[in-house]
């Protein structure tokens, strides 16, 4: 079955960088747009960035964008998330996505063609 395991979060201080990845299993990963979400405590689960099947383009929210970078090495079956210039308020629990169906624009997670890993958490002190 489809498995995606995130990693790589952690308590960080205000300006430093952090890596998370995401491991994929049970599909054929180059299939897929893979995308990162962010959920705050007391907030909705926003879109943060995603990633062409081939890893060629890249789509980011404007709240990260210039300070996240998302890649992706489909040898490895694996997403990451670059963070740089983390500010508290990039604490979430951060987590990595898969679709099957549609491109960069799509937001929507009703498909049974999207899949969701289990999070890893964030935090930001200041």
């Known amino acids: 079955q489809v498995q995606l395991v995130e990693s790589g979060g952690g308590l960080v201080q205000a300006g430093d960088p952090l890596r998370l990845s995401c491991v994929a299993s049970?599909?054929?990963?180059?299939?897929?747009?893979m995308e990162w979400f962010r959920q705050a405590p007391g907030k909705e689960r926003e879109f943060v960035s995603a990633?062409?099947?081939?890893?060629?383009?890249?789509n980011s929210a404007d709240s990260v964008k210039g300070r996240f970078t998302v890649s992706r090495d489909n040898a490895k079956n694996t997403v990451y998330l670059q963070m740089g210039s983390l500010k508290p308020e990039d604490t979430a629990v951060y987590y990595c996505?898969?679709?099957?169906?549609?491109?960069?624009?799509?937001?929507?997670?009703?498909?049974?063609?999207?899949?969701w890993g289990q999070g890893t958490q964030v935090t930001v002190s200041s």
């Open positions: 049970g599909l054929t990963f180059s299939s897929y747009v």
């Open positions: 996505a898969a679709r099957l169906r549609g491109s960069l624009s799509d937001r929507n997670y009703s498909d049974n063609g999207f899949y």
């Open positions: 990633i062409s099947r081939s890893g060629f383009r890249t």
